[in-house]
Structures are given as C-alpha cells and as structure tokens.
C-alpha cells in the first residue's frame, strides 16, 4: 500500500512564501511521476504542477508558473513544492499524488494519478 503524507503548510501573509514536502512510501517512488493539486474552499480540486519520474521535466497551471517550483529526492522518497509571492487566492489544501505510469513524464489529468496524500492546509492571508 502506498502511502504519501504532505507537511508544511500554514498560515502566510501576502508575499511571502512556504515549502510543502510529501514523503512516498510503499512503492518505488524514483520510477513514477509525481503532482500537486489544491482544492480552495468552495472549489473542484486543481492541477498545480507535476514532476517527472527523474526530476528532469517540471510543468506548472498557468497561475502558478513563476511562483511554484516542483522538485524531487528520490534518494528521500521525498518531492517539495515550493511556492514563492503566495496570494490569498492561493489558499487552499494542497495535494501530493503519485502518477499512474512507471517512468512517465506527470499529468495535468487526476485520474492519471492513483495514490493520494491526506492534504495539507495552505492560507494566505491579506
């Protein structure tokens, strides 16, 4: 059983910034592709961003593209989502998830991941 746990998230002003983790176990975490997802109050679930089974390709939502940096350490079992210049919109529980495909390159689509995280609460106050 795969099991993905996120930690890092919290209260923010505006501007500022915070770094979410996400440790895999239960699979072999280097072979498969990692995502992010958020769910804003009131809101569908939404891709974030999405790394690749060995780092070497990121790809974010439009919104995100210059604030979040998706990385990974696959020697830790471990991807980060750094988020830089937050924005009250960006208040929301984030999401890590594990990608269907062995050595693939991440997907824009849920249903292309099939392992969850518990969430963790991001805010961003104004």
């Known amino acids: 059983q795969v099991q993905l746990v996120e930690s890092g998230g919290g209260l923010v002003q505006t501007g500022g910034s915070l770094r979410l983790s996400c440790v895999a176990s239960?699979?072999?975490?280097?072979?498969?592709?990692m995502g992010w997802f958020r769910r804003a109050p009131g809101k569908e679930r939404e891709f974030v961003g999405a790394?690749?089974?060995?780092?070497?390709?990121?790809f974010y939502a439009d919104s995100m593209k210059g604030r979040f940096t998706i990385s990974r350490d696959n020697a830790k079992n471990t991807e980060f989502l750094q988020m830089n210049s937050l924005k009250p919109e960006d208040t929301a529980v984030y999401y890590c998830?594990?990608?269907?495909?062995?050595?693939?390159?991440?997907?824009?689509?849920?249903?292309?991941?099939?392992?969850w995280g518990q969430g963790t609460q991001v805010t961003v106050s104004s």
């Open positions: 998830a594990a990608g269907t495909l062995k050595y693939g390159m991440g997907s824009r689509r849920q249903d292309d991941y099939d392992y």
């Open positions: 239960g699979r072999t975490f280097s072979t498969y592709p």
């Open positions: 790394i690749s089974w060995d780092g070497t390709r990121q």
